[in-house]
């Protein structure tokens, strides 16, 4: 098991450009989360799958942001027109369901910095 | 929101010496799971706490949890220099399916 695998793990993008990242989870976890970090604070939520079903999706999930997760494995995220602030790390992590609480594992983030 | 505050901000201890971190949070948890991470890195996974747990361990750490009071501890004894990180408890609500984090813990040990 190599564990969450997140691609690029870093990405210098213009501002107005669409970046799209790409996360690998733990293979069989049907849960798989993305979270957004800034510098100082704690992972916020962005979305959440269950296999391929888009779950549950943050306010903070602009509609320049669209994720998905087509087959129940790989998952992306794309940022569209990008903005300053989007500059963060995205973490994505996964879990395998169980009854009364599941660990979810991270992976090493994907930073992007829009200059 | 964010749900969990972890208190000190930061910490800064001599090598084998304790670290005590706390977690506060607002609303009923299904579980609480403290994660470490390194400058710049993904987080690790440490431990996880179910509602009805009050304690756990795990190696050189301990983890407590009030529910009446709404806190969690966390606890490594005997600190090393490579536990040098920023720590984060997270709450789980509901059925698990969000997890949300706290500002974390800056923990430096001093060799």
């Known amino acids: 098991d190599t564990g969450v695998s997140q691609d690029p793990r870093h990405k210098i993008t213009k501002r107005g450009q669409n970046v799209t990242f790409r996360c690998d989870p733990i293979?069989?976890?049907?849960?798989l989360y993305w979270y957004r970090q800034t510098l100082g604070q704690g992972p916020e939520f962005l979305t959440y799958?269950?296999?391929?079903?888009?779950?549950?999706k943050s306010r903070l999930l602009s509609d320049r942001f669209s994720a998905e997760r087509p087959k129940g494995s790989f998952s992306t995220l794309e940022i569209q027109r990008t903005e300053q602030g989007d500059s963060a790390m995205y973490l994505c992590?996964?879990?395998?369901?169980?009854?009364?609480?599941?660990?979810?594992?991270f992976g090493e983030g994907s930073w992007l910095t829009v200059v | 929101s964010q749900q969990g505050e972890e208190d000190p901000q930061a910490l800064s201890i001599q090598e084998g010496e304790n670290a005590t971190m706390n977690c506060s949070y607002k609303?009923?948890?299904?579980?609480l799971q403290w994660y470490r991470q390194n400058s710049g890195r993904g987080l690790v996974h440490l431990i996880l706490?179910?509602?009805?747990?009050r304690e756990k361990h795990s190696g050189r750490l301990r983890v407590t949890l009030d529910t009446s009071k709404k806190s969690s501890s966390l606890l490594i004894t005997a600190s090393r220099a490579a536990d040098t990180a920023s720590y984060f408890c997270?709450?789980?609500?509901?059925?698990?399916?969000?997890?949300?984090f706290g500002t974390g813990t800056s923990l430096t040990v001093i060799p």
């Open positions: 992590a996964s879990s395998h369901q169980t009854g009364s609480g599941n660990t979810i594992y």
């Open positions: 293979s069989e976890h049907n849960r």
């Open positions: 799958f269950q296999n391929e079903a888009q779950l549950e």
């Open positions: 609303t009923s948890i299904n579980n």
């Open positions: 706490i179910r509602s009805n747990e």
């Open positions: 997270a709450t789980g609500i509901n059925t698990g399916n969000q997890f949300y």
